[in-house]
Nanobody, 127 residues
Framework: QVQLVESGGGLVQPGGSLRLSCADS????????IGWFRQAPGKEREGVSC????????YYADSVKGRFTISRDNAKNTVLLQMNSLKPEDTAVYYC????????????????????WGQGTQVTVSS
């Protein structure tokens, strides 16, 4: 049974950093594409970054390129999102999702491709 759990959110000042973690207690995440999405109040869930199952290739939204880094920690069965130079507009609930169907395709930032989601973790960037 898939049970994703996000952690690492919090309150940070502009310019600060946070590292989010997406973990699952049983499913080996290294075999699947994992996406990070975020949803701000009154807005749709948008793709931030993803890492592919086939070759660990990555994708970043233009708004976070150069500031966020996605990676795997296979020893801990987690996918990390390192967020640097945070801005107030990064404020949102961040969710990780897993694509269990598309093993050979590069990951995409389309929420319809992801089959299971975690409960989300709040990130607030404010002075």
């Amino acid at each position: 049974q898939v049970q994703l759990v996000e952690s690492g959110g919090g309150l940070v000042q502009p310019g600060g950093s946070l590292r989010l973690s997406c973990a699952d207690s049983g499913l080996p995440l290294r075999y699947y594409s994992i996406g990070w999405f975020r949803q701000a109040p009154g807005k749709e869930r948008e793709g931030v970054s993803c890492i592919s199952s086939s070759d660990d290739s990555t994708y970043y939204a233009d708004s976070v390129k150069g500031r966020f880094t996605i990676s795997r920690d296979n020893a801990k069965n987690t996918v990390l999102l390192q967020m640097n130079s945070l801005k107030p507009e990064d404020t949102a609930v961040y969710y990780c999702g897993i694509d269990v169907r598309n093993y050979l395709s590069p990951c995409v930032a389309d929420r319809l491709r992801y089959d299971y989601w975690g409960q989300g973790t709040q990130v607030t960037v404010s002075s």
